[in-house]
């Protein structure tokens, strides 16, 4: 009787008794199958990579490679015909290949799709920030937001001010759908002079920026440049790069456990990572863009970045940080200057208000809450 499953007769040999037996043979699953062809009890399956394969006049023959005297005989030329159309080339790749060989291809390709994912981290990340709705990233912001909040300086008006500012800057430009046209800015206990946007549209500034800064028109340029990170979603891009990067780097090291996505210092790092040198000429545009729309002059902006080039500021390791994820250039500067409004100019804030500002926040008390 002709099994469909073993369509195939042949002789098998151990090499070593003289006798031959009789088998049927099947090709199923990149194995030939053998049962014996009196009784059919099942004789066990020969992978087809663990065999050397022979044909001709009519005729397959398979060796076992560990054993070649083990020999498995055709009549038939069908079966080596069915063998080679099996072996496409991925799959001649691959069963002439030991299991140490596949596992390291697979883990090759493994590495390279991982390294894909790292190095176009950036771009995708940008891409997949535009649709994350900004409510989420305030949401995934809020324990970071609130720390730095509940620290900031409290002199009575500061926040009045701050706000004045900002809304001032925010109300002359178009925002992102479902961005609410209401950021925070605070100033923080720090001397290194920085500022940074933070997810979710709060901005700090260090209030050793604030003592630094030459002039309140200074402060909006820095402002208006952070707010462009948030709304131009760079800052998001991060959370999300980050995150990419988290998962990618625990799959590398085998750290599964180190897959929670976002947690709270990584959140911190990113708030201080560096934007892309085009997220960084995108958030210039965007500021100047502010800048005029609110009538405050550009010359802070630009003063601030020719005095961080002319290396003026007498300490200047201090600026590390800030200069670092703002380098200071030629280009960056005659941007700034290419078409700047020179008429209808009204003050960043009122001097009596920079003043206010910058002698409130000067003192550590001023972060600190009256216990009552
Ligand atoms: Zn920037």
């Keep these: 009787m002709n099994n469909p499953r073993f369509p195939w ?10 006798g031959l037996r009789t088998v049927e043979v099947g090709l199923e699953d990149d194995a030939i199958h053998m049962r014996d062809a009196s009784t059919h009890a099942h004789l066990g399956a020969w992978l087809l990579e663990s065999v050397d394969i022979e044909s001709g006049a009519g005729a397959t023959i398979l060796r076992l490679k560990v054993d070649p005297a083990v020999q498995l005989t055709i009549e038939s030329g069908e079966l080596a015909q069915r063998i080679a159309a099996r072996r496409s080339v991925f799959g001649q790749l691959f069963s002439h290949t030991s299991i140490a060989t596949k596992l390291f291809l ?7 799709g991982l390294l894909a994912i790292w190095f176009s981290a950036h771009r995708f990340s940008q891409q997949i920030a535009h649709h994350v709705p900004f409510e989420w990233e305030q949401k995934l912001a809020e324990p970071l937001v609130k720390s730095y909040v509940d620290r900031r300086c409290i002199e009575p008006g500061i926040d009045e001010m701050l706000k004045k500012l900002s809304d001032r800057l925010l109300a002359g430009v178009p925002l992102p759908d479902g961005m609410p046209r209401e950021f925070r800015v605070i100033v923080v206990n720090e001397t290194a002079p920085n500022a940074f946007a933070f997810p979710g549209g709060m901005i700090a500034f260090t209030r050793g920026f604030i003592a630094e800064a030459k002039s309140a028109e200074e402060v909006a340029g820095v402002l208006a440049h952070e707010m462009q990170h948030v709304i131009q979603r760079h800052v998001m891009a991060s959370v999300v790069r980050g995150a990419m990067l988290t998962v990618v780097w625990s799959v590398l090291i085998g750290d599964y456990a180190g897959m929670i996505l976002i947690d709270p210092s990584l959140l911190y790092t990113l708030v201080t990572a560096k934007f892309s040198r085009d997220q960084e000429a995108e958030a210039d545009r965007g500021a100047l863009a502010m800048l005029d729309a609110a009538r405050i002059s550009r010359a802070g902006k630009r003063d601030f970045f020719a005095r961080l080039m002319a290396k003026d500021i007498r300490d200047l390791g201090r600026w590390t940080e800030m200069l670092s994820t703002h380098p200071a250039d030629a280009k960056r500067i005659a941007m700034i200057e290419s078409g700047m409004p020179t008429e209808g100019l009204e003050p960043a804030l009122e001097p009596v208000d920079w003043l206010s500002l910058r002698v409130s926040c000067q003192k550590a008390s001023s972060y600190e809450r009256k216990t009552q």
């Design 9 to 18: 007769r042949g002789t098998l040999t151990d090499g070593k008794s003289a």
């Design 106 to 112: 697979l883990l090759l390709v493994t590495i390279g």
